[in-house]
């Protein structure tokens, strides 16, 4: 079982920045992937971006290339994802979520979500 809290959302303008953090509980964190969905409202869960724990390697969804920041601090089993020059569009409320396959952004396949950090983004 793993245990996923995400922190650091909140509200900017267009242009802005923010930096969610999102914590494990698994000590084996590393044979995880670790990936941010986001949902606005009335549309269906997206990816935004993956890092393959172990190797390091990182994906991203085409909309938040060159904006968009996945990273890792493996000693605190913690992912973060910086956002900037954020979009009204990049509105949504963003999860965490760990899978141990690191292919695709298949929603079934991630087994362990976070509740969720609100991003809204303000023209």
């Known amino acids: 079982q793993v245990a996923l809290e995400e922190s650091g959302g909140g509200s900017v303008q267009t242009g802005g920045s923010l930096r969610l953090s999102c914590t494990a509980s698994?000590?084996?964190?590393?044979?995880?992937?670790m990936a941010w969905f986001r949902q606005a409202p009335g549309k269906e869960r997206e990816g935004v971006a993956r890092?393959?724990?172990?190797?390091?390697?990182?994906y991203y969804a085409n909309p938040v290339k060159g904006r968009f920041t996945i990273s890792q601090d493996k000693a605190k089993k913690t992912v973060y994802l910086q956002m900037n020059s954020l979009k009204p569009e990049d509105t949504a409320m963003y999860y965490c979520?760990?899978?141990?396959?690191?292919?695709?952004?298949?929603?079934?396949?991630?087994?362990?979500w976070g509740l969720g950090t609100q991003v809204t983004v303000s023209s």
């Open positions: 979520a760990a899978g141990r396959a690191c292919g695709g952004w298949y929603v079934p396949s991630f087994g362990y």
């Open positions: 698994e000590y084996t964190y590393s044979t995880y992937c």
């Open positions: 890092i393959n724990t172990g190797g390091g390697s990182t």
